[in-house]
Protein backbone atom coordinates (compact mmCIF):
# COMPACT_ATOMS: atom_id res chain seq x y z
CA UNK A 1 0.00 0.00 0.00
CA UNK A 2 3.20 2.33 -0.22
CA UNK A 3 3.26 2.62 3.51
CA UNK A 4 4.70 0.61 6.36
CA UNK A 5 2.29 -1.53 9.09
CA UNK A 6 3.37 -1.98 12.52
CA UNK A 7 2.10 -4.34 15.87
CA UNK A 8 2.70 -3.96 19.07
CA UNK A 9 1.83 -6.64 21.20
CA UNK A 10 1.46 -8.90 24.20
CA UNK A 11 2.76 -12.64 24.26
CA UNK A 12 4.67 -15.01 26.60
CA UNK A 13 8.01 -14.65 26.74
CA UNK A 14 9.04 -17.92 24.89
CA UNK A 15 6.61 -17.38 21.79
CA UNK A 16 9.10 -16.92 18.61
CA UNK A 17 7.60 -13.50 16.97
CA UNK A 18 8.35 -14.61 13.60
CA UNK A 19 5.87 -16.78 12.98
CA UNK A 20 3.56 -14.01 13.82
CA UNK A 21 5.09 -11.53 12.00
CA UNK A 22 5.02 -14.16 8.57
CA UNK A 23 1.01 -14.03 9.28
CA UNK A 24 0.61 -10.52 9.62
CA UNK A 25 2.57 -9.47 6.73
CA UNK A 26 0.54 -12.09 4.68
CA UNK A 27 -2.30 -10.12 5.90
CA UNK A 28 -1.74 -6.85 4.59
CA UNK A 29 -0.26 -8.36 0.95
CA UNK A 30 -3.40 -10.28 0.39
CA UNK A 31 -5.45 -6.77 1.02
CA UNK A 32 -2.46 -5.41 -1.29
CA UNK A 33 -3.24 -8.14 -3.95
CA UNK A 34 -6.74 -8.02 -4.14
CA UNK A 35 -7.40 -4.01 -3.43
CA UNK A 36 -4.76 -2.26 -4.76
CA UNK A 37 -4.77 0.46 -7.46
CA UNK A 38 -1.06 0.72 -8.48
CA UNK A 39 -0.80 -3.04 -9.41
CA UNK A 40 -2.28 -4.00 -13.01
CA UNK A 41 -3.19 -7.65 -11.85
CA UNK A 42 -4.87 -7.07 -8.64
CA UNK A 43 -8.56 -8.13 -8.16
CA UNK A 44 -9.78 -4.76 -7.84
CA UNK A 45 -7.98 -3.68 -11.57
CA UNK A 46 -9.16 -6.94 -13.07
CA UNK A 47 -12.90 -5.55 -12.49
CA UNK A 48 -12.25 -1.98 -13.53
CA UNK A 49 -10.84 -3.90 -16.79
CA UNK A 50 -13.76 -5.41 -17.09
CA UNK A 51 -16.65 -4.73 -19.61
CA UNK A 52 -19.61 -3.67 -18.42
CA UNK A 53 -22.90 -5.41 -17.42
CA UNK A 54 -20.43 -8.76 -17.22
CA UNK A 55 -20.44 -10.52 -14.02
CA UNK A 56 -16.73 -10.88 -12.55
CA UNK A 57 -15.66 -13.06 -9.80
CA UNK A 58 -14.08 -11.14 -7.07
CA UNK A 59 -12.63 -12.56 -3.78
CA UNK A 60 -14.35 -12.72 -0.22
CA UNK A 61 -12.19 -10.04 1.04
CA UNK A 62 -12.47 -7.99 -1.18
CA UNK A 63 -16.38 -8.09 -1.88
CA UNK A 64 -16.74 -7.70 1.62
CA UNK A 65 -14.86 -4.27 1.31
CA UNK A 66 -16.73 -2.95 -1.87
CA UNK A 67 -19.88 -3.56 -0.17
CA UNK A 68 -18.91 -1.72 2.83
CA UNK A 69 -18.00 0.80 0.44
CA UNK A 70 -21.30 1.33 -0.89
CA UNK A 71 -23.13 1.26 2.29
CA UNK A 72 -21.12 3.94 3.56
CA UNK A 73 -21.31 5.79 -0.18
CA UNK A 74 -25.18 5.59 0.60
CA UNK A 75 -25.22 6.43 4.13
CA UNK A 76 -23.47 9.63 3.11
CA UNK A 77 -25.34 10.75 0.16
CA UNK A 78 -22.35 10.20 -2.33
CA UNK A 79 -19.85 11.95 -0.23
CA UNK A 80 -18.02 8.69 0.63
CA UNK A 81 -17.87 7.17 -3.24
CA UNK A 82 -15.77 4.36 -4.52
CA UNK A 83 -16.17 5.55 -7.89
CA UNK A 84 -13.91 8.45 -8.46
CA UNK A 85 -10.48 6.44 -9.62
CA UNK A 86 -10.80 8.19 -13.17
CA UNK A 87 -10.18 11.30 -10.73
CA UNK A 88 -7.95 10.44 -8.37
CA UNK A 89 -5.84 9.35 -11.58
CA UNK A 90 -6.36 12.65 -13.21
CA UNK A 91 -5.31 14.51 -9.91
CA UNK A 92 -1.86 12.91 -9.83
CA UNK A 93 -2.96 11.22 -6.56
CA UNK A 94 -2.62 7.53 -7.90
CA UNK A 95 -0.02 5.82 -10.14
CA UNK A 96 1.05 8.54 -13.09
CA UNK A 97 1.23 12.34 -12.33
CA UNK A 98 -1.39 15.06 -13.02
CA UNK A 99 -2.53 15.33 -16.46
CA UNK A 100 -4.51 18.91 -17.61
CA UNK A 101 -6.60 16.76 -20.19
CA UNK A 102 -7.28 14.23 -17.82
CA UNK A 103 -8.65 16.55 -15.03
CA UNK A 104 -10.85 18.75 -17.22
CA UNK A 105 -12.14 15.14 -18.75
CA UNK A 106 -12.82 14.33 -15.03
CA UNK A 107 -14.42 17.24 -14.04
CA UNK A 108 -17.15 17.63 -16.83
CA UNK A 109 -17.80 13.87 -16.28
CA UNK A 110 -21.15 12.91 -16.01
CA UNK A 111 -21.10 11.29 -12.89
CA UNK A 112 -23.59 9.00 -10.78
CA UNK A 113 -22.39 7.17 -7.37
CA UNK A 114 -20.89 3.99 -7.29
CA UNK A 115 -23.81 2.44 -5.09
CA UNK A 116 -25.79 2.92 -8.13
CA UNK A 117 -23.98 1.24 -10.60
CA UNK A 118 -21.75 -1.55 -8.97
CA UNK A 119 -24.24 -4.48 -7.98
CA UNK A 120 -22.53 -7.65 -6.21
CA UNK A 121 -24.23 -11.07 -5.87
CA UNK A 122 -22.73 -13.69 -3.86
CA UNK A 123 -18.62 -13.34 -4.46
CA UNK A 124 -19.08 -11.79 -8.08
CA UNK A 125 -19.60 -7.98 -8.90
CA UNK A 126 -20.60 -6.33 -12.49
CA UNK A 127 -20.66 -2.41 -13.29
CA UNK A 128 -24.24 -0.97 -14.97
CA UNK A 129 -22.18 2.12 -15.86
CA UNK A 130 -18.89 3.69 -16.55
CA UNK A 131 -17.09 3.34 -12.92
CA UNK A 132 -13.15 3.59 -12.09
CA UNK A 133 -13.10 1.98 -8.85
CA UNK A 134 -10.59 3.10 -6.06
CA UNK A 135 -10.67 1.48 -2.69
CA UNK A 136 -7.58 4.07 -1.28
CA UNK A 137 -10.34 5.50 1.18
CA UNK A 138 -10.70 2.28 2.85
CA UNK A 139 -8.77 -0.41 2.48
CA UNK A 140 -5.49 1.11 4.92
CA UNK A 141 -8.52 0.63 7.14
CA UNK A 142 -9.62 -3.04 6.25
CA UNK A 143 -5.78 -3.95 6.22
CA UNK A 144 -5.78 -2.58 10.06
CA UNK A 145 -8.32 -4.80 10.74
CA UNK A 146 -7.06 -7.86 8.88
CA UNK A 147 -4.09 -7.20 11.21
CA UNK A 148 -5.94 -7.14 14.36
CA UNK A 149 -7.63 -10.33 13.53
CA UNK A 150 -4.86 -11.97 12.30
CA UNK A 151 -3.46 -11.28 16.30
CA UNK A 152 -6.43 -12.91 17.63
CA UNK A 153 -6.24 -15.92 15.26
CA UNK A 154 -2.32 -16.36 16.66
CA UNK A 155 -4.22 -16.14 20.30
CA UNK A 156 -2.76 -13.22 20.91
CA UNK A 157 -5.77 -10.45 22.67
CA UNK A 158 -3.88 -7.37 23.56
CA UNK A 159 -2.59 -5.52 20.67
CA UNK A 160 -2.38 -2.11 18.96
CA UNK A 161 -1.87 -2.21 15.17
CA UNK A 162 -1.71 0.04 12.42
CA UNK A 163 -1.26 1.19 8.53
CA UNK A 164 -0.54 4.84 8.08
CA UNK A 165 -1.86 6.33 11.52
CA UNK A 166 -5.04 3.99 11.15
CA UNK A 167 -5.26 2.10 13.98
CA UNK A 168 -6.95 -0.64 15.98
CA UNK A 169 -6.90 -1.38 19.78
CA UNK A 170 -7.53 -4.94 20.80
CA UNK A 171 -7.85 -5.34 24.93
CA UNK A 172 -6.09 -3.67 27.20
CA UNK A 173 -2.05 -3.14 28.06
CA UNK A 174 -0.89 -5.86 30.44
CA UNK A 175 -1.07 -2.79 33.43
CA UNK A 176 -5.16 -2.87 33.21
CA UNK A 177 -4.35 0.80 30.81
CA UNK A 178 -5.75 1.39 28.02
CA UNK A 179 -3.74 1.55 24.42
CA UNK A 180 -2.96 5.71 23.77
CA UNK A 181 -2.98 7.26 20.37
CA UNK A 182 -1.53 10.87 19.85
CA UNK A 183 -4.56 12.54 17.42
CA UNK A 184 -2.04 14.77 14.92
CA UNK A 185 -2.36 18.60 14.78
CA UNK A 186 -3.06 19.22 11.02
CA UNK A 187 0.65 20.57 10.26
CA UNK A 188 2.16 19.76 7.00
CA UNK A 189 5.75 20.82 8.06
CA UNK A 190 5.94 18.83 11.18
CA UNK A 191 4.39 16.14 13.31
CA UNK A 192 2.56 16.87 16.75
CA UNK A 193 -0.05 16.00 18.48
CA UNK A 194 -3.13 17.53 18.99
CA UNK A 195 -4.70 15.39 21.83
CA UNK A 196 -4.34 12.10 22.99
CA UNK A 197 -7.02 9.18 22.97
CA UNK A 198 -7.42 6.19 25.25
CA UNK A 199 -8.90 2.97 23.47
CA UNK A 200 -10.08 -0.28 24.42
CA UNK A 201 -11.13 -2.70 21.23
CA UNK A 202 -11.65 -0.17 18.94
CA UNK A 203 -10.36 1.65 15.85
CA UNK A 204 -9.50 4.85 14.68
CA UNK A 205 -8.82 7.08 11.43
CA UNK A 206 -8.17 9.88 10.31
CA UNK A 207 -8.51 12.08 7.10
CA UNK A 208 -6.43 15.35 6.25
CA UNK A 209 -5.14 18.09 3.96
CA UNK A 210 -2.10 18.18 5.41
CA UNK A 211 -0.06 15.10 4.46
CA UNK A 212 -1.10 13.81 0.65
CA UNK A 213 -2.12 17.23 -1.47
CA UNK A 214 -0.97 19.41 -4.92
CA UNK A 215 0.22 22.31 -5.43
CA UNK A 216 -1.92 24.32 -8.53
CA UNK A 217 -1.16 27.64 -8.80
CA UNK A 218 -1.50 29.10 -5.20
CA UNK A 219 -3.79 26.56 -3.96
CA UNK A 220 -3.34 23.42 -2.36
CA UNK A 221 -5.64 21.05 -3.26
CA UNK A 222 -5.82 17.33 -0.64
CA UNK A 223 -6.41 14.44 -2.00
CA UNK A 224 -9.45 13.39 -0.75
CA UNK A 225 -12.05 13.62 -3.71
CA UNK A 226 -15.53 15.19 -4.34
CA UNK A 227 -18.03 13.40 -6.46
CA UNK A 228 -19.84 16.84 -7.55
CA UNK A 229 -17.07 18.01 -8.72
CA UNK A 230 -14.37 14.85 -9.77
CA UNK A 231 -11.91 17.01 -8.41
CA UNK A 232 -10.52 17.84 -4.55
CA UNK A 233 -12.78 18.79 -2.23
CA UNK A 234 -12.25 23.18 -1.91
CA UNK A 235 -13.91 23.30 1.75
CA UNK A 236 -12.83 21.09 4.10
CA UNK A 237 -11.83 20.68 7.80
CA UNK A 238 -8.27 19.98 7.90
CA UNK A 239 -9.21 17.12 9.27
CA UNK A 240 -11.71 14.49 10.90
CA UNK A 241 -11.31 11.84 13.13
CA UNK A 242 -13.29 9.16 13.13
CA UNK A 243 -13.72 6.66 16.15
CA UNK A 244 -15.43 2.73 15.18
CA UNK A 245 -16.13 -0.66 15.96
CA UNK A 246 -13.93 -1.04 13.00
CA UNK A 247 -10.74 0.38 11.30
CA UNK A 248 -12.51 0.14 7.33
CA UNK A 249 -15.26 2.11 9.33
CA UNK A 250 -13.54 4.79 10.45
CA UNK A 251 -11.55 5.30 7.27
CA UNK A 252 -14.53 5.32 4.95
CA UNK A 253 -16.58 7.45 7.41
CA UNK A 254 -13.64 10.08 8.03
CA UNK A 255 -13.39 10.60 4.14
CA UNK A 256 -17.01 10.82 3.98
CA UNK A 257 -17.26 13.40 6.42
CA UNK A 258 -14.21 15.52 5.25
CA UNK A 259 -15.91 15.89 1.53
CA UNK A 260 -19.34 16.69 3.89
CA UNK A 261 -17.55 19.94 5.51
CA UNK A 262 -18.01 21.13 9.41
CA UNK A 263 -21.31 21.75 9.25
CA UNK A 264 -22.84 19.60 7.14
CA UNK A 265 -20.25 16.69 8.70
CA UNK A 266 -20.99 17.43 11.86
CA UNK A 267 -24.88 17.54 11.40
CA UNK A 268 -24.25 13.96 9.48
CA UNK A 269 -22.29 12.29 12.56
CA UNK A 270 -24.77 13.99 14.98
CA UNK A 271 -27.48 12.16 12.94
CA UNK A 272 -26.12 9.19 13.15
CA UNK A 273 -24.23 8.99 16.59
CA UNK A 274 -20.95 9.03 15.32
CA UNK A 275 -17.82 9.63 17.04
CA UNK A 276 -15.94 12.39 15.08
CA UNK A 277 -13.70 14.98 16.18
CA UNK A 278 -13.07 18.06 13.16
CA UNK A 279 -10.15 19.99 13.28
CA UNK A 280 -10.55 23.73 11.55
CA UNK A 281 -7.78 25.51 10.26
CA UNK A 282 -8.84 29.32 11.09
CA UNK A 283 -6.82 32.37 9.20
CA UNK A 284 -4.86 33.60 11.58
CA UNK A 285 -3.28 30.39 12.02
CA UNK A 286 -5.24 28.66 15.26
CA UNK A 287 -6.38 25.57 15.30
CA UNK A 288 -10.42 25.07 16.48
CA UNK A 289 -12.08 21.81 16.99
CA UNK A 290 -15.62 20.28 17.54
CA UNK A 291 -16.62 16.75 18.55
CA UNK A 292 -19.18 14.93 17.78
CA UNK A 293 -20.74 11.44 19.80
CA UNK A 294 -20.41 10.66 23.39
CA UNK A 295 -16.11 10.25 23.25
CA UNK A 296 -15.82 13.36 21.78
Not at 50 to 79: N, T
Request: glycine share 10%; charged share 25%; hydrophobic share 45%.
Amino acid sequence: MGTRWTALFFASPERDPAPIREALQAAVEEVDAQMSTWKPDSDLMRLNAAALDKWVAVPERLAEVLRLGLEIGKASGGAFDIGLGDAVNAWGFGPEEAAPDRIRAAMSAKRQPAFELLELDDGRARKRGPLVLDLNGIAKGYGVDRLAQTLAEQGIEAGLVGIDGEMRASGLRPDGTPWTIAIESPDPLRRTPHSILALENASVATSGDYRHWIDLGTRRLSHTMDLSRGAPVVTSPASVTVVARSCAEADGWATALMVRGPEAGGELARKIRLDALFLMRENCGQVTSFGTGALF
